[in-house]
């Protein structure tokens, strides 16, 4: 089968915002993901296909079952090896071998069952058996997940992948089919507003928000087409004239990936960014997660090994946007509530109490007139 041919993402003229964020991603998944705004023909997907090349290299799973079995698993948690992989680790057969990500491209038209998996259907047909078989998310473990146009997505599928993001698992419910893997994916994802917008608790979920709107310059524009056009005519030369900046991209994703463990938070670093957040009324805790590890991340790609406030400044925009609560002000509204709440209880508590005063009052007499009835 003939490999596609990719437009390099170091050519994409302009739109430098859009490549950082997809580097951040590539250096650290923890920043959960990128989700690109723009209107179509802006060069979303040719920048995200391009990743291809300068995606770092990762020791991944070879289960032949799409399980993610891995070696270690057998003295932390054995239940989670396969029959196969304990078959081949018997022979002295390596069941995870290094090699570089890859994109993972989620279909617009895929129903839960694909994306998740479900029952073997030929197995079911013809053998009369049921073996549970993972979905396109078993594919995405250890690599890039992209979903274009995934605010046209349905709900339930949009809600798997989600929950998959978040745990790090995909654990699959069918009747009498059941199974789990491994989901450990970053979300890349692109939309065009004008076609819908996503549910708000989705949103929060992505990590980096970039908008990609067309380069502005009328020489910027004309480069555009110059580069397509060249692309074009010989896609192999065009690519090979790029060899040597993808190259060095790569290699500094990589490497900042290598020393990411060893980059810290500062504290002023760390004061500062949630100065910013609690400033812009922004809820959400999941945004100093994503802020400080992009921050990490940048920090890397700069070969340092403390995040400084000028870090959080670079990456702030691609993690603050789109996260403050639209709409009216919750906490005003849930205190107004409250007091309303606590003035009912109130006067309601406040009648019984005055009730159980007559009742014990009306009691205690009754309990006298006894008593005297009986000295009597």
């Keep these: 089968m003939l490999q596609e041919s990719r437009y390099p993402f170091v050519a994409v003229v302009g739109q430098e915002e859009m490549k950082d964020a997809l580097i951040l991603a590539a250096v650290n998944p923890r920043v959960q993901g990128v989700l690109l705004l723009g209107a179509k023909g802006t060069g979303k997907t040719s920048a995200v296909r391009g990743l291809v090349e300068i995606l770092p290299t990762v020791n991944v799973s070879t289960c032949a079952n799409g399980l993610g079995c891995r070696p270690e698993y057998l003295l932390t948690a054995p239940e989670l090896v396969c029959a196969?992989?304990?078959?081949?680790?018997?022979?002295?057969?390596?069941?995870?071998?290094?090699?570089?990500?890859?994109?993972?491209?989620?279909?617009?038209?895929?129903?839960?069952?694909?994306?998740?998996?479900?029952?073997?259907?030929?197995?079911?047909?013809?053998?009369?058996?049921?073996?549970?078989?993972?979905?396109?998310?078993?594919?995405?473990?250890?690599?890039?997940?992209?979903i274009d146009e995934i605010n046209l997505l349905g709900s339930d599928v949009l809600n798997a992948i989600i929950d998959a993001a978040a745990t790090g698992y995909t654990v699959v419910r069918r009747g009498l089919v059941v199974g789990s893997y491994p989901s450990r994916f970053t979300l890349v994802s692109s939309m065009n507003p004008e076609e819908g917008d996503l549910r708000p608790q989705l949103l929060d979920r992505i990590g980096l928000r970039v908008y990609v709107n067309p380069v502005a310059t009328v020489e910027e524009r004309l480069e555009v087409y110059r580069r397509f056009s060249a692309y074009q005519d010989n896609p192999e030369g065009f690519r090979a004239s790029y060899a040597g900046q993808t190259a060095l991209v790569q290699a500094a994703i990589t490497q900042a990936r290598s020393r990411l463990a060893q980059v810290k938070v500062g504290a002023e670093a760390g004061a500062a960014a949630i100065a910013v957040i609690q400033q812009l009324g922004i809820e959400s805790h999941r945004t100093e997660i994503v802020l400080f590890e992009a921050a990490r991340a940048y920090a890397a790609l700069d070969k340092r090994a403390e995040v400084s406030s000028s870090d959080v400044a670079a990456v702030a925009p691609l993690v603050l946007r789109r996260r403050r609560t639209a709409g009216p002000d919750y906490q005003a509204a849930q205190q107004r509530e409250d007091v309303e709440i606590g003035a009912v209880v109130r006067s309601h508590t406040a009648s019984l109490s005055k009730l159980q005063q007559r009742r014990k009052a009306k009691a205690s007499q009754t309990h006298n007139g006894a008593q005297e009835a009986e000295r009597q």
């Design 84 to 146: 196969s992989c304990r078959d081949r680790l018997a022979q002295g057969e390596e069941i995870a071998t290094d090699m570089q990500q890859r994109l993972v491209e989620l279909p617009l038209n895929v129903g839960v069952e694909d994306v998740v998996g479900g029952a073997n259907r030929r197995l079911e047909v013809e053998q009369r058996r049921l073996r549970f078989e993972p979905g396109i998310l078993s594919y995405a473990n250890n690599n890039i997940l992209y």
